[in-house]
């Protein structure tokens, strides 16, 4: 069964949302696991219209259990909402708001303590692809953020590959690469976790849609990270139905 998890960013307002619930719920597709990752704001609204259909989960939480952090939601609080799933370290957190590996590791390691499946993401930039670094630069992401993290306390964990080039540019790596990388991934976990590392689910994630969706999604990988596509219910449903 193939997870086809959407990523709504900063996007979307009341109205369009009450739109894409009519659509969503019309939806009828067998051996596909949906899941929304939606503006904290929502998340109450979406889970009540569409947590039974669909896994609902946030965009960020903060690295701090709680304090003194104007303007943070912490995993606590999320945790409040039976949030199904968190994104982690989106390349767009990564490079518009400075966020580390380090930084990373804290809010992954924080969902676990609110018993909420992270859903780490990881990639390589353009340069570093063209430098053919992929490997070596997501081989220190995942290092870096699960450090210290046992095989006991996986909870879960979601893996999304997205080469940060082919993020909402329409530009895709190709089904063989997203292959290769999506077992290196595997055999690199597998390393750090043995038999335990078996239930990471690792998706590809970069200008995913209903047309490419079936070429890029091969056996190994168990689904895909889709922005722009995941904001209109009829689109992202019928990427759930080509795959
Ligand atoms: C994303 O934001 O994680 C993403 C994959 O975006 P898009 O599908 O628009 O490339």
């Known amino acids: 069964m193939k997870y086809i998890i959407g990523n ?6 009341a109205k369009i949302i009450d739109n894409f619930i009519k659509s969503f719920k019309k939806n009828k597709v067998n051996n596909v696991k949906f899941g929304l990752a939606v503006p904290y704001v929502y998340i109450e609204k979406i889970k009540k219209k569409l947590g039974k259909t669909c896994l609902v989960g946030a965009e960020n939480c903060s ?11 912490s995993a ?7 949030i199904d799933f968190c994104l982690v370290g989106h390349s767009e957190r990564r490079t518009i708001f400075a966020e580390t590996d380090e930084q990373i590791n804290e809010k992954i390691k924080q969902l676990i303590k609110n018993k909420i499946t992270p859903l780490f993401c990881i990639g390589e930039t353009l340069k570093e692809y063209e430098n053919k670094e992929t490997k070596k630069v997501i081989k220190k992401q995942i290092e870096k953020g ?16 997205e080469p940060v080039w082919a993020i909402g540019t329409g530009k895709t790596a190709d089904a063989k690469t997203i292959n290769n990388i999506t077992e290196y991934i595997k055999n690199l976990l597998l390393k750090m ?16 849609n209903s047309e490419n969706a079936s070429n890029l ?23 759930g139905r080509n795959v």
């Open 76 to 82: 606590e609080m999320l945790a409040d909402f039976n």
């Open 193 to 208: 976790y043995g038999e335990n590392s078996k239930s990471i689910k690792v998706l590809y994630g970069g200008s995913v």
């Open 217 to 239: 999604l091969t056996d190994l990988v168990d689904g895909a990270l889709v922005g722009g596509a995941s904001l209109n219910a009829e689109k992202f449903i019928n990427i």
């Open 63 to 73: 690295e701090y259990s709680s304090g003194a952090y104007t303007g943070e939601v």
């Open 146 to 161: 699960l450090k210290g993290i046992n095989a006991s306390e996986l909870n879960n964990l979601i893996i999304a590959y």
């Open 8 to 13: 709504w960013k900063m996007n979307q307002n």
